[in-house]
């Protein structure tokens, strides 16, 4: 689980990395994203699996 929190709003990129990461590597299967976007900033969970 990878939790990302910043106030910049750039999640997309934070995910575009692990999902390029994982590709690359050969080391998961699949890739969830769950929002959770607040006021103040953006925060957003990746989970990371292997099946």
Known sequence: MI???S???MSG???GIVRGLAAYFDEA???DV???T???GERVSIHVRRT
């Open 13 to 15: 990129l934070a995910v």
């Open 29 to 31: 299967d699949r890739i």
């Open 34 to 36: 769950l929002p959770t």
């Open 3 to 5: 939790e990302y929190v």
């Open 7 to 9: 106030p910049r709003r």
């Open 38 to 40: 607040s006021e103040e």
